[in-house]
């Protein structure tokens, strides 16, 4: 079946340093990459996603890069700031079918001032 | 724009007790989701809807859980009976649209059966 498999599960890092957190995905039919950030007691939230036509995207600090050969992509926050801790998820779906998108297990992003 | 509305934020109940959620998508959105979040897990999909019909409950535990969204609008999540490996987030979220589209989540419903 779809799997979405994360790592690392935890990930402590200085302020100002980058994090990076990758994903790979089993259905080769995935075509869909979204990022969500969770903190404590709160909902998931987009904070940036990208499509299998393109293979990087950039949003200020974060970007988001995408390889369909190997199935795998990451999450890329450069210049960390304590704000940015919490937890985050990847996930894929395919836009063919019922579009089901499934996430992966999260990774814990500390930043220490 | 008003996003995805649930009910109640917090129960707590006994194990072979019921229990329901109540969850409102953003206005126009077709698709609606029920997801399961486990503590220290990614959200783990329960149900799809797409308007008031079923599009994926492969991983919907159907001897104890029910969902239903009558009209396509609002939808309602059962637990009948409750389990302790039940205690979870429930997260509804909405989307325009299925596949490819953001999917907007709720703040949850969390559940702890004792």
């Keep these: 079946g779809e799997n979405v498999e994360q790592h690392p599960s935890t990930l402590s890092v200085q302020e100002g340093d980058s994090a990076v957190i990758k994903c790979t995905y089993s259905d080769s039919a995935s075509n869909y990459f979204p990022w969500y950030k969770q903190e404590l007691g709160?909902?998931?939230?987009?904070?940036?996603?990208?499509?299998?036509?393109?293979?990087?995207?950039?949003d200020q600090r974060i970007a988001v890069t995408l390889n369909k050969t190997a199935k795998h992509f990451s999450l890329h926050i450069t210049e960390t700031q304590p704000e940015d801790s919490a937890v985050y998820f990847c996930a894929a779906s395919s836009?063919?079918?019922?579009?089901?998108?499934?996430?992966?297990?999260?990774?814990?992003?500390?930043?220490?001032? | 724009e008003a996003g995805v509305a649930q009910s109640p934020r917090y129960k707590i109940i006994e194990k072979r007790q019921s229990v329901a959620f109540w969850c409102n998508p953003i206005s126009g959105h077709a698709t609606l989701y029920w997801y399961q979040q486990i503590l220290g897990q990614g959200p783990k999909l329960l149900i799809q809807f797409q308007n008031n019909g079923v599009v994926d409950d492969s991983q919907l535990p159907k001897d104890r859980f029910s969902a239903e969204r009558l009209k396509g609008v609002d939808s309602t999540l059962k637990i009948q009976p409750a389990k302790l490996e039940d205690s979870a987030v429930y997260l509804c979220a909405s989307s325009s649209h299925r596949g490819g589209n953001t999917i907007y989540f709720g703040e949850g419903s969390w559940l702890t059966v004792v």
């Design chain 1, 42 to 58: 709160k909902r998931p939230q987009l904070i940036i996603d990208i499509r299998s036509n393109v293979g990087e995207k950039k």
């Design chain 1, 95 to 113: 836009t063919s079918n019922t579009g089901k998108l499934i996430f992966g297990q999260g990774t814990t992003l500390q930043v220490k001032p």
